[in-house]
């Protein structure tokens, strides 16, 4: 069972920073293209940033400058640092793998962790 858990998420101060990780199992990590999502309360989920196997990087425009997403496809992990938060970031933050390959259409999710940045 694929399985992706998000770890270090919490409570920050606007201006601070927080590192979020995700570790993936039983996947073929080096086929998945890696991202971080987020929803706020009664918004929907949207993108932060995206990263290929190959290292390719996409961001929403909204955390340019101030988010950075890596992986390390030997250990199967992806992370993103944030920094310079605001309150606007605050939201659950969700991993997410998406297959490569046309013949495996199917999306993982983490359960997500939550991000509160206070004022």
């Known amino acids: 069972q694929v399985q992706l858990v998000e770890s270090g998420g919490g409570l920050v101060q606007a201006g601070g920073s927080l590192r979020l990780s995700c570790t993936a199992s039983?996947?073929?990590?080096?086929?998945?293209?890696m991202g971080w999502y987020r929803q706020a309360p009664g918004k929907q989920r949207e993108l932060v940033a995206t990263?290929?196997?190959?290292?390719?990087?996409n961001y929403a425009n909204s955390v340019k400058g101030r988010f950075t997403i890596s992986r390390d496809n030997a250990k199967n992990t992806v992370e993103l640092q944030m920094n310079s938060l605001n309150p606007e970031d605050t939201a659950v933050y969700y991993c997410?793998?998406?297959?490569?390959?046309?013949?495996?259409?199917?999306?993982?999710w983490g359960h997500g962790t939550q991000v509160t940045v206070s004022s």
């Open positions: 997410n793998a998406a297959p490569t390959i046309p013949t495996m259409p199917t999306n993982y």
């Open positions: 039983r996947i073929t990590f080096v086929i998945y293209t």
């Open positions: 990263i290929t196997s190959g290292g390719s990087t």
